[in-house]
């Protein structure tokens, strides 16, 4: 059974810093593309970044580049969203994703809500 769980988020102060983890259970993160994605109330889902499965791609939404690094480590099937000079604005719940192919899902974790606030 594939399982994605995100951790790290949390409350922090503008300006401040978080790590969010994406980790994989009942498969091995190592042959696919993961994204991130927020989505903060009353409002659609967006993307935040994408990293390919090698690393070797990346992108970023223009709201959080310069301010958030994405990473992955496929010894420990981890990928990482390392969040920079938060803003009041990136308040949401932030979920990982990874497409499977052989069986054509996307697969979601439950999300971790990260609060930016004074």
Known sequence: QYQLAESGGGLVQPGGSLTLSC???GFTLDYYAIGWFRQAPGKE???VSCISSNGNNIKYADSVKGRFTISRDNARSTVYLQMNSLKP???AVYYCNA???ITQ???WGQGTQVTVSA
Do not use: H, L, M, V
């Open 89 to 91: 604005e990136d308040t």
């Open 99 to 101: 497409f499977i192919p």
């Open 23 to 25: 980790a994989a259970s």
């Open 105 to 107: 899902i996307t697969y």
């Open 45 to 47: 889902r967006e993307g």
